[in-house]
């Protein structure tokens, strides 16, 4: 049956169930797409490691997107023209088929209606941009304040009104959040001068931030 689909999926265990499970929702319809639908499938071993990925896919690419729960609720809060195509990896097989059935059967008018919505990203200020870029390259609160010449109690603030903006509970959320809306919104450039030296840095693009994990206390941490 993968003549009606390409599935895009690194998860090895992941792809071959999901080819029994679309296997089984194309043999029940009767009426099929009329051309071979693109899938993308993202779920590794835990939200942190699925941020890699999507930084390599332009979803806008496939027509059905499988993956976590986390990422479903950010693509419909924040790209909401591509809720049509979102199913959640984080359910029963029954439930998921069902979902699979009624995209497959409406892929032709779901591209249609996804190419006439509004591109409607969520927009940041020139001080969320600037703060949010600091955030990412330079890591700790002081390291901010000291850059940004502000106090610590500032850079705690401006933190928590972005934290409330986006629905964030945690550090990591919201790391995880801006890591992946930042691939699909345009951004300035944003230049910095560090303590101590005498030219203006630029902070990079996001696809050249990395990040490393303390498993032992769960925390990330944003490297160059």
């Known amino acids: 049956m993968s003549e009606r689909y390409k599935l895009n999926c690194k998860n090895n265990f992941l792809s071959l169930s999901l080819g029994v499970v679309l296997g089984n929702v194309i043999k029940s319809m009767r009426f099929l797409p009329e051309r071979k639908v693109n899938i993308l499938a ?3 071993n835990d939200i942190v490691s699925d941020i890699d990925q999507w930084k390599e896919e332009r979803i806008n690419s496939y027509d059905v997107i499988l993956c976590r729960d986390f990422y479903c609720d950010i693509i419909k809060r924040f790209i909401p023209r591509l809720t049509a195509r979102v199913i959640s990896l984080d359910s029963t097989v029954e439930v998921l088929q069902h979902a699979l059935h009624r ?5 032709n008018k779901l591209q249609k209606m996804c190419d006439a919505r509004e591109k409607t990203y969520i927009h940041f200020s020139d001080g969320e941009n600037t703060f949010i870029s600091d955030y990412l390259y330079f890591a700790t609160p ?3 304040a000291s850059v940004g010449n502000c106090t610590l109690k500032s850079v705690y603030n401006r933190k928590r009104n972005l934290m409330e903006r ?9 790391w995880l ?19 101590g030296m005498a030219k ?3 902070v990079p693009l996001l696809n050249y931030i990395s990040y490393q994990r303390d498993s032992s206390r769960g925390q990330v941490y944003v490297s160059l």
Request: charged share 15%.
């Open 166 to 174: 986006l629905s964030c509970g945690s550090n990591q959320t919201l």
């Open 42 to 44: 993202i779920y590794s």
């Open 200 to 202: 203006t840095l630029s």
């Open 103 to 107: 995209a497959l059967l409406s892929v």
């Open 142 to 144: 002081e390291r901010i």
């Open 177 to 195: 959040t801006l890591v992946f809306i930042l691939n699909f919104i345009n951004r300035p450039e944003i230049e910095r001068t560090l303590p």
